[in-house]
């Protein structure tokens, strides 16, 4: 069974600046696209990023260049460095990850728990 694991989540300043890390962690043999999705209350489940296993990030509108996102194969990580928050970026961050998993022939999406980052003016 495979499960992600977030970290990082908090509280920040305005103009701060946090870094989430997910690790998808059991029986994982090979990773996809993995991304970072947050939801603040009352509003949808947006997309941050996305990083896949090959090519081009994707980012949301909003994040306007304040976001990376990143990966570790070799530990099953995505990584979300986030710097001049701003009060709007307060929400629960999930992470989502496509994973193969062993004796599996197709990738299956997992979500993480989520963690909260929350933001002050």
């Known amino acids: 069974q495979v499960q992600l694991v977030e970290s990082g989540g908090g509280l920040a300043q305005a103009g701060g600046s946090l870094r989430l890390s997910c690790e998808a962690s059991?029986?994982?043999?090979?990773?996809?696209?993995m991304g970072w999705y947050r939801e603040a209350p009352g509003r949808q489940r947006e997309l941050v990023a996305f990083?896949?296993?090959?090519?081009?990030?994707t980012y949301g509108d909003f994040v306007k260049g304040r976001f990376t996102i990143s990966r570790d194969n070799a530990k099953n990580t995505v990584y979300l460095q986030m710097n001049s928050l701003k009060p709007e970026d307060t929400a629960v961050y999930y992470c989502?990850?496509?994973?193969?998993?062993?004796?599996?022939?197709?990738?299956?999406?997992?979500w993480g728990q989520g963690t909260q980052v929350t933001v002050s003016s």
């Open positions: 059991g029986s994982v043999l090979s990773t996809g696209g």
């Open positions: 990083i896949p296993s090959r090519g081009t990030t």
């Open positions: 989502n990850a496509n994973i193969r998993e062993v004796g599996s022939a197709r990738y299956t999406g997992y």
